[in-house]
């Protein structure tokens, strides 16, 4: 009887440890794959969002201050990146909406929509100077001189944003390296991107699977730009010519241009490698645990049954 007791609580217990902790499982598994793999592209849930003041970050340690005064959230690491998300910012015809300087922490800037900046190549919805382990993620950047300013800065993720510079310019890169941009609406009108002394990549580093025009396809996905007129023979989406651009002797080139915009793409998965727990099994560790924990269970059963049977 004794036994029978001890293995009825047990039971119970694990139950119990094994209900709790799937809910956590549930809730962060819903959370990854919303923010990581479904990128809405073109479509800044602005309903949820706050005005916010313009953003100036300098330094590590200016992270750090800005968590405190409520501006990100996050750590600054790998699996938990400074996040700026969900703000409308404003310029006011002056300075950039958000400028970070001299960072190395990792940080993500998600789902923000940035206006009205001032006239200038070095002032944009989003500049960036002497800063690395950046992820500028589903972001909309309209009616200003420049979308973003990318100066000295490396290891750059752009995904998922839109920007719309109707009389002006779309990107500007200088100096930089390690630059990845794709799936990303670029339409300035003089000009899409600026780009000088730089290593870039315009194309996804996998191939996707999405469906466009209700049909399915796998490739390398590149960026919509508006400067972009060459034609989709085989109606996958991807034009047939590269789009390239030229800076002097230099040729940089999106070797997979999407001949529509974004929106018009439903990704199947496979574009979150590049972003921070984008490809990790959402509570790896979690499921580690209830695996450990139901083998302690029945070992634990069977010696005390074990134990009950003898004489």
């Known amino acids: 009887m004794k036994a029978k007791k001890k293995i009825k609580k047990i039971i119970v217990i694990s139950l119990g440890i094994i209900f709790f902790l799937s809910t956590i499982i549930t809730s962060d598994f819903n959370f990854t794959v919303e923010r990581n793999d479904k990128y809405s592209l073109e479509s800044v849930n602005l309903e949820f969002s706050k005005v916010s003041g313009k953003i100036h970050i300098v330094g590590d340690s200016g992270w750090a201050d800005a968590e405190i005064a409520g501006i990100c959230t996050g750590n600054g690491t790998y699996t938990n990146p400074y996040l700026i998300e969900d703000l409308e910012i404003d310029a006011g015809g002056v300075g950039s909406c958000i400028w970070i300087e001299n960072s190395s922490n990792y940080f993500m800037i998600l789902n923000c929509s940035l206006t009205n900046t001032e006239d200038s190549l070095t002032e944009a ?33 752009i995904i998922g944003n839109s920007i719309k510079m109707p009389h002006t310019f779309g990107i500007n890169i200088v100096n930089c390296d390690n630059i990845l941009a794709y799936l990303n609406n670029i339409r300035g009108s003089s000009w899409d991107l600026f780009f000088q002394d730089s290593t870039y990549r315009f194309y996804s580093e996998k191939e996707i699977n999405y469906t466009y025009n209700d049909e399915g396809f796998t490739s390398y996905l590149g960026n919509y730009w508006r400067g972009y007129t060459y034609l989709d023979n085989n109606n996958d989406g991807i034009g047939d010519t590269p789009h390239i651009f030229y800076d002097g002797t230099p040729t940089y080139v999106d070797y997979y241009p999407l001949i529509t915009p974004t929106e018009n793409y439903e990704l199947n998965g496979g574009a ?39 004489p």
């Not at 800063?131 to 290891?155: A, D, H, P, Q, R």
Request: hydrophobic share 40%; glycine share 10%; no cysteine.
């Open 125 to 157: 919805g989003i500049t960036l100077y002497n800063v690395s382990n950046g992820y500028i993620i589903n972001n909309t950047l309209y009616n200003s001189y420049l979308g973003f300013y990318l100066y000295i800065s490396n290891n750059i993720t």
């Open 272 to 310: 979150s490698e590049e972003i921070p727990n984008g490809g990790a099994i959402p509570g790896y560790n979690l499921f580690l645990l209830l695996g450990i924990l139901s083998i302690v269970s029945i070992l634990i059963i069977k010696r005390i049954k074990s134990k009950s049977q003898q």
